[in-house]
């Protein structure tokens, strides 16, 4: 069977990233006289092999990205097939199994779980599924039935709306893919429930990187402790402190279609919360104005990095919006700081906190640096997977 299948050959050097683990070939690492990339069809399954011939993986193409092939299975023996990609499922939801006692959980995240270019959230019995690169697009099928096969969900949607397409030329796409599908979705996340919309929701609907660390937000909370929640999206940083003791929240979200989830999501766990639909910046410089304080202040906002070319402005922005927290701040309180920027490193997030420390006249104590929740588990050569920096801080006055 594997001599059916095209090669792409690697020039001479060029093997050592992947014979070390990483997975992504790079279209100036290919030897395009031995095999030319531009004769390959955009998905099509190749054997990589090495200078000298040595298989060294099945992947996927695209001639047409950057990374032009993504190693799927480096079993010469073992095709890239229904069969891998049901496997691969198996081992994924083995794990994610012994995380969660209930079935709500990112189940494949990407190139971690051994399948480049593939997102699968798992909402009880509804899975919702990103595909981000072409050759992911060319085995659709073959992921939705490995789907059917291991977990035999009520339905499958896929939600595939990411930036990340443009780069592979693929169009948006959004679509029921199998079974019955709801227009929202449910979400349990420990003694809580929530319901978030599936069309027009962010990312698959959820959160699922910041569960653990919604978690970890309880140990540092106090009875009667006045919450703030910023981009907080459908209000589960703050319905969590509300459960755990807090006196009041607040949400603050750009979205007002979100803050009425937000209300919604409270109010269906007994519990009450303010919502305040305005820019994040704007809304904190007013509250400050207004000479308003929190004891918790949680800033989890979008990726103002996206590219290289963002970093300055981008540290300028989460310098910023750490300042604003801290103004609101009472004499000694909590700040949780997250950045899903993989452009911006845990050390440039602390820098940021520090530098709007010293503006504010605060003393900053970080008690805890956390990342993304291990049902999103980091591939060790690939530091694009650890994205997800959290820093929960200790804030008194100078």
């Known amino acids: 069977m594997s001599n059916e299948v095209p090669v792409l050959k690697l020039k001479r050097g060029e093997d050592r990233r992947i014979r070390a683990g990483h997975p992504w070939v790079f279209s100036n690492e290919v030897d395009n006289d031995a095999t030319p990339l531009a004769k390959i069809a955009p998905g099509a399954i190749v054997r990589v092999v090495s200078d000298r011939d040595q298989f060294l993986g099945h992947a996927y193409v695209n001639p047409h990205a950057l990374i032009c092939a993504r190693i799927v299975g480096r079993d010469a023996e073992q095709g890239l097939d229904r069969a891998l990609i049901a496997h691969r499922l198996s081992v994924a939801l083995a794990l994610r199994e012994r995380l969660s006692r209930e079935p709500y959980y990112r189940l494949v995240f ?216 801290l103004n609101l701040l009472a004499r000694e309180g909590l700040l949780v700081s997250c950045s899903c920027s993989y452009h911006l490193s845990a050390e440039d997030l602390s820098a940021a906190i520090q530098g709007a420390a010293r503006h504010t006249g605060r003393f900053v104590q970080i008690l805890e640096a956390a990342g993304q929740s291990p049902d999103h588990p980091v591939h060790p050569a690939i530091p694009e997977t650890r994205y997800l920096k959290a820093y929960f801080c200790r804030v008194t006055r100078e």
């Open 110 to 325: 990407g190139e971690s779980d051994g399948l480049p270019g593939l997102v699968l959230d798992r909402y009880g019995d509804i899975i919702v599924g990103q595909i981000a690169t072409r050759g992911m697009e060319a085995l659709r099928t073959e992921v939705e039935e490995a789907v059917r096969t291991v977990l035999a969900p009520k339905g499958l949607f896929w939600k595939n709306d990411t930036g990340a397409r443009d780069l592979e030329q693929l169009e948006p796409d959004a679509h029921v893919a199998f079974g019955d599908v709801p227009e929202e979705l449910t979400v349990v996340e420990g003694a809580l429930r929530f319901v978030t919309p599936l069309r027009t929701g962010q990312k698959t609907g959820w959160f699922y990187d910041q569960t653990a660390n919604r978690a970890r937000l309880t140990r540092y909370l106090w009875a009667g402790a006045r919450v703030l929640d910023v981009c907080s999206y459908v209000g589960a940083w703050a319905i969590t402190a509300l459960a755990h003791g807090a006196r009041s929240a607040r949400c603050i979200d750009s979205s007002g279609a979100a803050l009425a989830y937000a209300s919604r999501n409270a109010a269906a766990n007994g519990l009450e919360l303010e919502t305040l639909e305005a820019n994040a910046f704007d809304a904190m410089k007013a509250l400050h104005e207004q000479g308003e304080q929190y004891d918790v202040v949680i800033l989890d906002p979008p990726a103002f990095i996206k590219r290289k070319k963002d970093i300055p402005q981008g540290q300028a922005a989460y310098r910023k919006l750490n300042q604003l927290a």
